[in-house]
């Protein structure tokens, strides 16, 4: 059988990498998508393709509708892309009284209307197969909200209802849907701004996640063993959220 084709929206980031590295493992050709850094895309893909696995990098900015469509477009001649992970996003945290419309604007399209911008040229043919697998990267701070972060827990809240919505609408067709809530999962911007002893007191587990743990359960979300598992939130949180 073809490998089933995947693709990872900010497929570079730390999350977004480890869930590359996983759906290539389970033997899936990934298409590691970049907004700006596409160099850090093509040595991931390198880097997947030299393991012995499928992964090809591009880039478009999610932002701009008619764009994504088009480079989407492109590679929907090649055949259906079955899995789409929308880990792509972006936070610009201050408290709501000192946030700018820019700052509300920018966070909510990448995360929200960025899913928006992925799934739409993809959704038509995956159904088309009679299987597929969508799976949003939301984040604890859309189930529970987060100070200074009015923006970004808007974004990942309304993946959520969107899901939802998309699980309800393709379930029929073989098409899952669910959500993937991340806690604190250890990375750069996690270690400048938090201190262990203060995630210790945060995480019931008293320690960060890795991303691995997020890509884990991706993985499985991706797999035919979920294939009865649609319109879910899960938190991967160590007891938060």
């Not at 977004?16 to 899936?28: E, F, P, S, V, Y």
């Not at 088009?70 to 946030?99: C, F, R, S, Y």
């Not at 920018?106 to 739409?120: T, Y």
């Not at 691995?212 to 035919?224: C, H, K, P, T, Y």
Request: aromatic share 4%.
């Amino acid at each position: 059988m073809m490998p089933r084709r995947a693709l990872v929206t900010g497929g570079a980031s730390p999350i977004g990498a480890a869930i590359c590295r996983r759906l290539a493992a389970d033997g899936h050709a990934v298409l590691v998508h970049a907004h700006a850094g596409l160099d850090r895309a093509e040595a991931l893909a390198g880097e997947i393709r030299a393991g012995g696995g499928q992964a090809a990098a591009l880039a478009c900015d999610l932002t701009d509708m008619p764009a994504t469509a088009l480079a989407l477009e492109a590679l929907l001649a090649a055949g259906p892309i079955q899995i789409l992970v929308h880990n792509a996003g972006t936070h610009d945290d201050v408290p709501l009284a000192g946030m700018s419309e820019q700052q509300w604007r920018g966070v909510i399209d990448v995360s929200l209307n960025g899913f928006f911008a992925a799934l739409r040229p993809l959704i038509l043919p995956m159904i088309g197969t009679r299987w597929g697998r969508v799976v949003a990267i939301s984040s604890i701070a859309g189930l529970l909200g987060n100070r200074g972060q009015a923006n970004y827990a808007a974004a990942k809240a309304g993946l959520i209802g969107a899901v939802k919505s998309v699980s309800l609408e393709y379930a029929s067709r073989g098409v899952t849907a669910n959500t993937v809530a991340p806690g604190i999962i250890a990375s750069p911007a996690v270690t400048a701004a938090l201190t262990p002893a203060r995630i210790a007191e945060l995480v019931p587990a008293r320690r960060a996640g890795q991303p691995e743990d997020v890509a884990e359960l991706v993985g499985f979300l991706a797999s035919d063993r979920a294939g009865y598992i649609s319109g879910q939130t899960i938190a991967v949180g160590g007891g938060l959220g």
